[in-house]
């Protein structure tokens, strides 16, 4: 599993695909009503990326951003929230496609089609539309790959799960829970539990912001069979809220349904990680195998190996499929920054940095 570094402190994905269509956690934050959201239209290379990178930096002395890569380009930004400033920029076009629902109210469309050539792009047209359509295969061809590593992986889960022993597990979590927490007394505000993508596929592989793990307390649980993760996290969160401390929460992106991988807790800088070999240093090991029944496992040995070789091709192949739709899209940007008045696309962002820095 290799690492993603970045200027940014408070990095994650956007967000992931699924076999159903894309999954963005930061749909919660637009559809609080909190926050004023800017959604950026237009097409690949149009700016968007360079766009929010630039308002995050420019803006980073009122408040620490936190920034959204795309895990079909890890390169490129998808969005910014400025949690204290209430205000979000997001790119809302394919695969994320962000619409306003309060127009002008609680969202503002910032339309960088206003910036392009179209008799650039009416000239490209046929190559265009060759391109998009080469893309979009590709991509389709990755989530049929994801749809069965899933499958795959739910079979695996459906074995750790049957070895699971619940006793000793929770047995580890009582004295966990009760070392690393100290009980607050009439906390005032409800303690919170969010979403945040830490770790994603990508057309370079799997990769995970292990830079939001720098300077904590890290447990790195070691799990193929991934119960022991989930069951595990899920405990520690629900003791975290009730003892007053608000968690992060990344899923893993390989299982159905809402499978927890990694834990942050800011307050105690304490982080609960799974799946990644590399990237961290000095974390305290949590080996999982002491928490299933290993006569069941060893009973489905062969089973299991079969599965992760399984799962191991599979990825091998959707990584491949991800890089070759990276490459088309690449081709499919030269288009459009062809295309592009970049004077303007600046000139946009000044104007919304401006605003944004008038409204505080």
């Not at 968690?247 to 499978?259: A, E």
């Amino acid at each position: 599993m290799a690492t993603t570094d970045t200027e940014f402190k408070k990095t994650y994905f956007m967000g992931y695909s699924t076999p159903n269509g894309f999954v963005t956690h930061l749909k919660d934050g637009i559809e609080s009503g909190e926050f004023t959201t800017y959604i950026i239209k237009g097409g690949p290379g149009t700016g968007k990326s360079s766009m929010m990178k630039k308002i995050a930096s420019k803006l980073s002395d009122l408040d620490e951003p936190e920034v959204y890569f795309c895990s079909s380009d890890p390169n490129s930004l998808d969005a910014v929230l400025f949690d204290n400033l209430k205000v979000i920029i997001a790119d809302g076009t394919a695969p994320h496609v962000i619409e306003p629902t309060y127009p002008g109210a609680r969202e503002v469309l910032v339309d960088l089609g206003e910036c392009w050539d179209l008799e650039s792009l009416s000239a490209n047209k046929y190559d265009i539309i060759d391109s998009t359509n080469r893309n979009q295969k590709y991509h389709s061809l990755a989530k049929k790959y994801l749809s069965a590593i899933i499958s795959v992986n739910e079979d695996i889960m459906s074995i750790g799960d049957s070895a699971l022993d619940k006793v000793k597990l929770d047995s580890y979590f009582e004295r966990l829970s009760s070392r690393i927490f100290q009980k607050k007394k009439n906390f005032e505000n409800k303690s919170k539990s969010k979403f945040r993508q830490m770790t994603s596929f990508t057309p370079d592989g799997i990769k995970t912001f292990t830079n939001l793990f720098e300077n904590m307390n890290v447990y790195r649980i070691e799990d193929d069979c991934f119960a022991v993760t989930d069951n595990l996290l899920k405990k520690l969160a629900e003791c975290a809220q009730n003892n007053g401390y608000d968690t992060l929460i990344s899923k893993n992106v390989f299982l159905s349904g809402t499978v927890y991988q990694h834990m942050i807790i800011p307050e105690i800088e304490t982080a609960f990680v799974s799946g990644i070999s590399d990237g961290i240093s000095n974390a305290t090991k949590i080996n999982s195998m002491r928490f299933y029944d290993r006569d069941i496992l060893k009973d489905k040995h062969k089973r299991l190996i079969f599965d992760e070789g399984i799962v191991k091709e599979l990825t091998d192949e959707m990584v491949s499929a991800l890089k070759t739709a990276k490459d088309i899209h690449d081709e499919l940007e030269s288009y459009y920054i062809k295309a592009m008045d970049f004077d303007k696309v600046n000139a946009t962002c000044l104007k919304l940095i401006n605003r944004i820095r008038s409204s505080c």
